[in-house]
């Protein structure tokens, strides 16, 4: 297998999720710890993922053999922008 290339975000927000972690971690949402600790968990991935999001738009991932190739479809599709 050959990784030919990656997707990197266009833009990143810094976010410290360190204390929103601990504050969600002290919450007692069940008696059962198994159960409790599943939740945080789900809590955790779907609200971070919907925060790292942030904004409701289809997407689409697009392959192509070499840069070039890349920059004249971002060049036709969003407006010139290139490197």
């Not at 990784?3 to 976010?15: A, E, G, Q």
């Not at 360190?18 to 809590?43: C, G, M, P, R």
Request: proline share 1%; hydrophobic share 35%; no cysteine.
């Amino acid at each position: 297998m050959k990784i030919l290339f990656y997707k990197v975000p266009s833009y990143i927000h810094r976010v410290k999720y360190k204390k929103a972690v601990e504050n969600l971690y002290k919450t007692v949402i069940s008696d059962d710890k198994f159960e409790n600790q599943t939740i945080l968990k789900t809590i955790a991935n779907v609200g971070f993922g919907l925060l790292e999001k942030s904004y409701n738009r289809k997407t689409v991932s697009r392959m192509f053999d070499n840069l070039k190739e890349a920059l004249q479809h971002q060049k036709n599709m969003m407006g010139g922008f290139t490197q």
